[in-house]
């Protein structure tokens, strides 16, 4: 009965991250540039009884019997499937049209900052206290330009516009225009990004003993390699997330959910009643 519940309460605790999964995913359906995410089971270990010296009965399976202990969460992978693309007639709404390209943010860490990476595309303007302004997305973080920095610029620009290589113009009344190349970073290891929150994404901070390097994981595109980035202005990408297998796995999930949460209650009665027999 201990081992029943055992199994059960260790597979409890797993399918609760499923749901997790499945609910952020929900959530974030009309999120822009948020890529679902899908929690990828695994079977724990199991335990071998070899008791058929005396069944000389033939059988097609493998020999014994084989206790397993539960499953578990191995992996929670993100789908990087472009999203549909949402025109909005907004000079500053931008969205990839190729996979696996980000957006570089400047985020705060601690006293300093790190970058962070995302594909949501809608920036906007900021005044600064020295007549300048800065691009920055719709959390207030700072867009970084391709040296690393955040852009800024004099105020009363008149439009923006975008080259699919990522050059922003940015247009003035009496004719002049101030060119900026956007970062961009192209994912090589995707499933190696750490989740910050939301649509942010950055390098794990254990990237040392993850075995790998930045460039391992990630490009970022500067001259030559700006002719593969893939952009369009005035318009979002959309969420990729499918509501419909959402909704199929979560009411699967539950089930599995409910099956092992009435397993523990059957092995709690049995135990009751082995606790008294007198």
Same mark, same amino acid.
């Given at each position: $009965?201990?081992?029943?519940?055992?199994?059960?309460?260790?597979?409890?605790?797993?399918?609760?991250?499923?749901?997790?999964?499945?609910?952020?995913? +929900?959530?974030?359906?009309?999120?822009? @540039?948020?890529?679902?995410?899908?929690?990828?089971?695994?079977?724990?270990?199991?335990?071998?009884?070899?008791?058929?010296?005396?069944?000389?009965?033939?059988?097609?399976?493998?020999?014994?019997?084989?206790?397993?202990?539960?499953?578990?969460?191995?992996?929670?992978?993100?789908?990087?499937?472009?999203?549909?693309?949402?025109?909005?007639?907004?000079?500053?709404?931008?969205?990839?049209?190729?996979?696996?390209?980000?957006?570089?943010? +400047?985020?705060?860490?601690?006293?300093?900052?790190?970058?962070?990476?995302?594909?949501?595309?809608?920036?906007?303007?900021?005044?600064?206290?020295?007549?300048?302004? $800065?691009?920055?997305?719709?959390?207030?973080?700072?867009?970084?330009?391709?040296? @690393?920095?955040? =852009?800024?610029?004099?105020?009363?620009?008149?439009?923006?516009?975008?080259?699919?290589?990522?050059?922003?113009?940015?247009?003035?009344?009496?004719?002049?225009?101030?060119?900026?190349? +956007?970062?961009?970073?192209?994912?090589?290891?995707?499933?190696?990004?750490?989740?910050?929150?939301?649509?942010? %994404?950055?390098?794990?901070?254990?990237?040392?003993?993850?075995?790998?390097?930045?460039?391992? %994981?990630?490009?970022?595109?500067? @001259?030559?390699?700006?002719?593969?980035? @893939?952009?369009?202005?005035?318009?979002?990408?959309?969420?990729?997330?499918? %509501?419909?297998?959402?909704?199929?796995?979560?009411?699967?999930?539950?089930?599995?959910?409910?099956?092992?949460?009435?397993?523990?209650?059957?092995?709690?009665? $049995?135990?009751?009643? =082995?606790?008294?027999?007198?």
């Amino acid at each position: $009965m201990l081992r029943t519940m055992v199994t059960a309460t260790n597979t409890l605790t797993q399918l609760q991250t499923k749901l997790d999964t499945i609910s952020n995913n +929900l959530a974030n359906s009309s999120t822009h @540039g948020y890529k679902a995410k899908d929690a990828q089971f695994s079977e724990l270990l199991y335990q071998q009884y070899n008791n058929d010296k005396l069944d000389k009965t033939l059988r097609q399976s493998p020999v014994g019997i084989r206790y397993g202990v539960g499953a578990h969460v191995s992996l929670v992978q993100s789908n990087q499937k472009q999203g549909s693309l949402q025109s909005t007639g907004r000079d500053l709404d931008f969205a990839f049209t190729k996979e696996n390209q980000y957006f570089n943010i +400047l985020m705060p860490d601690g006293d300093g900052q790190r970058t962070a990476y995302t594909r949501q595309g809608d920036f906007y303007v900021s005044p600064m206290e020295n007549g300048q302004m $800065m691009l920055v997305n719709a959390d207030g973080y700072p867009v970084a330009d391709s040296d @690393g920095n955040a =852009i800024y610029f004099p105020d009363f620009a008149t439009g923006f516009t975008l080259s699919q290589d990522g050059r922003l113009n940015v247009n003035y009344p009496d004719g002049d225009v101030i060119a900026v190349d +956007l970062a961009v970073s192209e994912l090589q290891k995707p499933q190696a990004m750490e989740q910050i929150s939301g649509t942010y %994404i950055g390098l794990p901070t254990n990237l040392a003993a993850l075995g790998y390097t930045q460039a391992d %994981i990630l490009t970022d595109l500067q @001259g030559a390699g700006r002719a593969e980035i @893939g952009l369009s202005i005035q318009t979002l990408e959309m969420s990729n997330v499918d %509501i419909s297998k959402e909704m199929t796995d979560l009411i699967a999930t539950q089930r599995s959910y409910q099956f092992n949460s009435r397993a523990v209650t059957l092995a709690d009665q $049995m135990l009751g009643l =082995i606790n008294g027999i007198r």
